[in-house]
Nanobody
Framework: QLQASGGGLVQTGDSLRLSCIAS????????LGWFRQAPGKEREFVVA????????YYADSVKGRFTISRDNVKNTVYLQMNSLKPEDTAVYYC????????????????????WGKGTLVTVSS
């Protein structure tokens, strides 16, 4: 239902773009977003975008560096990550839920309706 890709090994300051392809039903019905889980840490909210694409919400740690967008033709949500830091190293998960509010308020993403498999992002110093 959700398929994430685009992770890799980059250096500090580099950019990377993650993609998450959703089924047409999920893409047209749900808010979409990204969570991440760093080694030894709890999964955390990163960013979400509303079904219409008109609303977004970013975690403070990525605000100004990451940008989420939706491609309504390709049923794909993108996460453009710029100025990457070693602390951005994590497995990134695409998720879908009713609203961006529920996504950002759910501790660790608990209760999301749909999850994709993670994609690993490693930022070397």
């Amino acid at each position: 239902q959700l398929q994430a890709s685009g992770g890799g090994l980059v250096q500090t300051g580099d950019s990377l773009r993650l993609s998450c392809i959703a089924s047409e039903r999920i893409f047209s019905t749900y808010a979409l977003g990204w969570f991440r889980q760093a080694p030894g840490k709890e999964r955390e909210f990163v960013v979400a975008i509303s079904r219409s694409g008109g609303l977004t919400y970013y975690a403070d740690s990525v605000k100004g560096r990451f940008t989420i967008s939706r491609d309504n033709v390709k049923n794909t949500v993108y996460l453009q990550m710029n100025s990457l830091k070693p602390e951005d190293t994590a497995v990134y998960y695409c998720a879908a839920d009713a609203t961006i509010a529920t996504m950002r308020r759910a501790p660790g993403g608990y209760g999301m309706d749909y999850w994709g498999k993670g994609t690993l992002v490693t930022v070397s110093s």
